[in-house]
C-alpha cells in the first residue's frame, strides 16, 4: 500500500510540475490558431448534424468533488470553453476544418469516472479516461494510442508509458504531434498515419507510433490526406478549452 501511494505521490508531482514548467505552446510559440472562438461553437458541428445535440459554449466549468463527483455542471450559455451538455452524453462533435500533419494542444476536464476521446482526423485516437492512479497501464487508459477493433477483441494500439493525470476534475492537456497517412497518385495508401510525439500534462507518454487504420469508434470516414478533429461525446461528461493548432514543424527531442 505504502509503495502505491508513492508511486500515485511521484506521478502527479511529476504532471504538477510539468503543468507549471512553462505557458502553454501557443502563447509562448507562433503559428498557433484557436479552434474555439471564445463566444461559441461556430466552426464545429455534430458528427450527424440531421440529429439533436447538446453541446454548449460555457463560461465556466464546475466539477463538485463531495456531492457530484462523477458530473459536470457549467455557468453561461457563451464562453470560450465547451461543454458535452447537461446530462454529459451527447454524440460527438467535429470540425469544419480538415487538417493533414498537425500539431495540437487541447485542455480537458471529466469527473470521476468519465471517458472521451480525442480523434484525429476523426479516426485516430488518444483516449481520455478516468486512469488516476493506475499502475497496469493498457490500450483502453488516459492517454493511451487507443486499440482497433476486429473480430470483436481489442487489436494494437498503445499503453501510456507512465500515468501523467492529475485528479478528475482537473483540467488537464494534450500536446500532440500527429503525421497524416500518405497516398500516391492514384489513391492507394502508401503510410500509415503515425501519432509521432504525445505529451501528457507535459509528460512524454507516446513517441512513433504507427496507426495502421481507424481505431475504435471512430467516424464512419475513409482514410485520407486531411480529415476533421472529433472529440467524444457520448461516453460520459467531459469540458474542453485552449485548443490550438498549427501546421506540423519540428518534433522536439528530449
Given at each position: 500500500m505504502f509503495r502505491r501511494s508513492l508511486l500515485l505521490f511521484a506521478s502527479v508531482l511529476v504532471a504538477t510540475l510539468g503543468l507549471s514548467a512553462q505557458d502553454a505552446p501557443y502563447l509562448?510559440?507562433?503559428?498557433?490558431?484557436?479552434?474555439?472562438?471564445?463566444?461559441?461553437?461556430?466552426?464545429?458541428?455534430?458528427?450527424d448534424?440531421?440529429?439533436?445535440?447538446?453541446?454548449?459554449?460555457?463560461?465556466?466549468i464546475r466539477f463538485d468533488r463531495m456531492y457530484s463527483p462523477k458530473a459536470l455542471?457549467?455557468?453561461?450559455?457563451?464562453?470560450?470553453r465547451m461543454v458535452n451538455g447537461k446530462n454529459g452524453r451527447t454524440q460527438n462533435i467535429v470540425t469544419d476544418q480538415k487538417f493533414g500533419d498537425v500539431e495540437l494542444y487541447?485542455?480537458?476536464?471529466?469527473?470521476?469516472g468519465a471517458n472521451s476521446g480525442v480523434y484525429l482526423q476523426g479516426l485516430y485516437e488518444i483516449q481520455i479516461l478516468?486512469?488516476?492512479?493506475?499502475?497496469?497501464?493498457?490500450?483502453?487508459?488516459c492517454a493511451a494510442v487507443y486499440h482497433r477493433w476486429i473480430n470483436n477483441r481489442p487489436v494494437g494500439g498503445s499503453a501510456p508509458r507512465v500515468n501523467a493525470m492529475l485528479a478528475p476534475g482537473n483540467w488537464q492537456?494534450?500536446?500532440?504531434?500527429?503525421?497524416?497517412?500518405?497516398?500516391d497518385a492514384s489513391g492507394k495508401k502508401t503510410e500509415n498515419a503515425r501519432f509521432l510525439l504525445v505529451m501528457f500534462n507535459g509528460v512524454e507518454v507516446q513517441r512513433d507510433v504507427e496507426v495502421p487504420e481507424g481505431t475504435r469508434a471512430h467516424m464512419e470516414i475513409p482514410e485520407a490526406a486531411m480529415n476533421s478533429l472529433m472529440l467524444?461525446?457520448?461516453?460520459?461528461?467531459?469540458?474542453f478549452r485552449n485548443i490550438y493548432w498549427r501546421p506540423l514543424g519540428e518534433i522536439p527531442e528530449r
Open positions: 509562448i510559440q507562433d503559428g498557433w490558431k484557436p479552434l474555439l472562438n471564445g463566444n461559441n461553437l461556430e466552426g464545429w458541428h455534430a458528427m448534424p440531421t440529429k439533436p445535440h447538446e453541446w454548449v459554449a460555457a463560461r465556466g455542471s457549467f455557468v453561461g450559455s457563451s464562453g470560450d487541447i485542455e480537458w476536464m471529466i469527473p470521476k478516468d486512469s488516476f492512479g493506475s499502475q497496469d497501464l493498457t490500450t483502453g487508459d492537456r494534450y500536446h500532440i504531434w500527429f503525421r497524416a497517412p500518405r497516398f467524444q461525446g457520448d461516453h460520459g461528461p467531459v469540458a
